[in-house]
């Protein structure tokens, strides 16, 4: 149980951010008369079977096959337009067929109707790996250390050093593998077991054994601290050998308490979760059971700050949670107390059609309260919308912001996006609502808009030449408009055409090109407070479009 829960959030936390909205299926091509054919083989010119191939049409639209087993494949029925063509395939680097850069987004082609085209190759380089073995101080080996590679990633509008890959322990000998690595620079974070289940024997009465000998999470070359960390740079294909590191031993520390409900009595059964403040231990992350009587010990703890969150079987929207240091010693006394959960009711409602076409059905709409990103804790509360627009969404207290979108149904020009959310008179859209533990908001109005107005141009170098592996980045002068998910944050590539184009509510802008960006890195503040000192300023005003050339820069460097 504590296994499975351990893969479980290791792998959710190191997923962008992001799987808020509903999962969507991705729109088919409409049917045509044209096609692509080519052959797809790895860097050596030996054919690869089961690629999966897709045609992209820049709107959202594509078509898919596999290879055969000389690595050929057909994608038929296209119909005229612009296309990029990109390979995927386990232990391979996601390759688009003229690619300048790796994982780059390759080059388009042109098809008429009727036409057929040939020789669209592409070739895919393996993954990278890391391999080496892992030690205790006496340098014999240790079985069963979780080794996983870690990047800096952007979460939810914060730069943190996160999961990423495949990871998993060492064998009867020490050693490790972690393979399928993209491109890019990596930290090997390795820890003997799971915190958690402890390095101290437990007594059923509730007695820990005196043996608190234990082993911090270490990173390669043998740190505990990320600060002293080596980062290990990997090409595609390439293989890092004798990646070795000794952990650190420690004496650990327990932390003990009990769980109560919203009327101070003991909650029976559930868990605990135990999470790292500092993201770059998040292979720690593990449930403790609560016992009978309400009370749980999480054992093993190496010195640090974490949180603690009681899970099931906490009501609909409530949450128990308790900050805790650990020096060395052990902590007890712990409450974890839940908080009765609040509720936020309003309606959805729709501004005049710029171009009237009709809004969407509002039970297709998206609407959920986000909260600041934290380990194991649920980022969003999704609402329950009526057939009359009238909303009710359950959640934990905080602070919240209220986000929105439409899901499935056809695809508008400009499309429908939030607008504001109406609070106490005032748009609450980026600035938020505070919601008490057991509170009631009532009269929250959710405003959806088409009233989009289109900002495009051309992105050349600074010899006048096209570029169009770039973003663009639009953003709010304000920062009080940086928030997470905000729709004052836009980003743009250039497309089939070799513009731009990007669709704004009115209101006073930066806008820059640049190359090597980092996924998400526009949802950083500090990204954003960088990007500006590049970018050009200008205004959009309501029923207006706007034509701005841009010269691409490089991303700044954190």
């Not at 020490?174 to 491109?183: H, N, S, V």
């Not at 294909?237 to 009990?258: F, K």
């Not at 149904?409 to 939030?418: A, C, H, I, K, V």
Request: net charge neutral; hydrophobic share 40%.
């Amino acid at each position: 149980m504590a296994r499975a829960w351990f893969v479980l959030v290791a792998l959710t936390c190191s997923s962008i951010s992001f799987a808020q909205a509903p999962a969507r299926d991705v729109p088919a091509l409409p049917s045509g008369t044209a096609s692509i054919h080519g052959r797809v083989t790895d860097v050596n010119g030996h054919p690869l079977a089961r690629v999966e191939i897709r045609a992209g049409n820049g709107n959202g639209q594509q078509t898919t096959a596999l290879t055969d087993g000389e690595g050929r494949y057909d994608l038929n029925d296209l119909p005229a337009g612009v296309f990029a063509v990109q390979a995927t395939k386990p232990n391979y680097v996601r390759t688009s067929w003229g690619e300048q850069r790796v994982e780059g987004p390759g080059k388009r082609i042109t098809i008429a109707a009727g036409q057929r085209i040939n020789n669209i190759d592409i070739k895919m380089a393996r993954g990278g790996a890391i391999t080496g073995k892992i030690v205790d101080e006496f340098g014999d080996p240790i079985t069963d250390v979780v080794v996983m590679p870690m990047r800096y990633q952007y979460v939810q509008g914060t730069r943190r050093l996160m999961p990423t890959g495949r990871g998993g322990p060492t064998n009867d000998i020490g050693e490790f593998r972690l393979y399928g690595l993209t491109p890019g620079q990596y930290y090997v974070s390795a820890v003997l077991r799971p915190q958690g289940t402890s390095v101290t024997s437990f007594d059923p009465r509730g007695q820990d054994s005196s043996d608190r000998s234990g082993y911090a999470p270490t990173f390669y070359p043998g740190t505990g601290n990320v600060g002293e960390a080596q980062r290990l740079t990997v090409a595609a294909g390439q293989t890092i050998t004798s990646i070795n590191l000794t952990l650190l031993p420690i004496q650990t520390a327990n932390i003990s308490g009990s769980v109560v409900d919203t009327d101070g009595k003991p909650v029976a059964g559930g868990i605990v979760m135990t999470v790292p403040k500092n993201s770059a231990q998040v292979v720690n992350i593990v449930p403790t059971p609560v016992r009978p009587d309400g009370k749980f010990t999480v054992t093993g703890l190496a010195p640090g700050e974490y949180t603690l969150r009681a899970g099931n079987p906490m009501a609909a929207g409530e949450m128990a949670v308790a900050d805790v240091t650990v020096t060395g010693s052990d902590v007890s006394g712990v409450v974890l107390a839940a908080a009765k959960q609040a509720t936020i009711r309003g309606r959805v409602v729709f501004t005049q059609s710029l171009t009237g076409t009709e809004p969407p059905k509002v039970t297709t709409i998206d609407l959920g309260a986000v909260r600041e990103w934290a380990m194991a804790q649920q980022i969003r509360s999704p609402a329950r919308i009526k057939e009359d627009g009238t909303f009710e969404i359950a959640l934990a207290p905080g602070h919240v912001q209220l986000r929105a979108a439409p899901t499935g149904g056809s695809r508008t020009t400009p499309p429908w996006r939030l607008g504001r959310v109406l609070f106490n008179d005032a748009d609450a859209g980026d600035s938020g609502i505070d919601v008490s533990p057991g509170a009631t908001i009532e009269n929250v109005v959710v405003e959806i808009t088409n009233r989009l107005f289109e900002l495009s141009g051309r992105v050349t170098d600074d010899s006048g030449a096209t570029v169009r592996d770039c973003f663009v980045v639009v953003f709010a002068q304000d920062p009080a408009r940086w928030t997470v998910q905000t729709r004052y944050v836009i980003v743009g590539r250039p497309g089939p055409d070799d513009l731009y184009r990007v669709r704004l509510m009115p209101g006073d802008y930066y806008v820059v090109a640049m190359t090597d960006v980092e996924q998400n890195a526009w949802t950083d503040t500090d990204f954003l407070s960088a990007a500006r000192e590049r970018a050009t300023k200008f205004s959009i005003a309501d029923g207006e479009t706007k034509t701005l050339n841009l010269t691409a820069t490089t991303a700044p460097v954190f």
